[in-house]
């Protein structure tokens, strides 16, 4: 929703403020619309989905899917834009943005049984005290929300 409103509104300024300076012709007007197709594909959140041992992230120009019950590695990079990186046992890999999973607590539960299984299974080599740690973090911010929700904080 977000990235339509302002890919849209930033096409019509364009378009409206070349038209308003008298230079707006064909090709200009296919140069606004073409940047505000870029803007809207920039601007697009890509899309989480999880089932039972799979999680996978669809952005605008590839689709990225690892099996949750073979992951052999994840990784957590901080900073500006956090990453988690997840590798399963089938050399497939997914970054996505952990607050992700704190926002979406059905995907977070998926994933959280999956890694429960690869351990299970003993695939999990490196990462479970990044995905323990995001998993306290996650619990911390539900309890919070559930608390403030309620009055009690």
């Known amino acids: 929703m977000l990235a339509t409103g302002c890919a849209a509104l930033f096409g019509a300024t364009s378009l409206l403020v070349d038209w308003d300076a008298g230079t707006l012709s064909p090709p200009r ?38 099996r949750t019950d073979a992951l052999t590695t994840v990784w957590r990079y901080d900073g500006v834009s956090p990453r988690l990186v997840l590798r399963d046992a089938y050399g497939h890999r997914l970054e996505l943005d952990p607050r992700v999973l704190a926002a979406n607590p059905l995907i977070w539960h998926e994933l959280d049984t999956g890694v429960r299984r690869s351990v299970a299974h003993g695939t999990l080599l490196h990462g479970g005290d990044v995905l323990d740690r995001l998993g306290r973090d996650i619990d911390g911010e539900t309890a919070r929300a559930v608390l403030k929700a309620s009055g009690l904080s």
């Not at 505000?36 to 669809?58: E, H, K, M, Q, Y």
């Open 29 to 66: 007007a296919l140069l606004w619309l073409g940047l505000s197709a870029a803007l809207f594909i920039v601007l697009l959140p890509a899309r989480v989905t999880a089932g039972t041992g799979w999680l996978a992230v669809r952005g605008p120009w590839r689709r990225q899917m690892v």
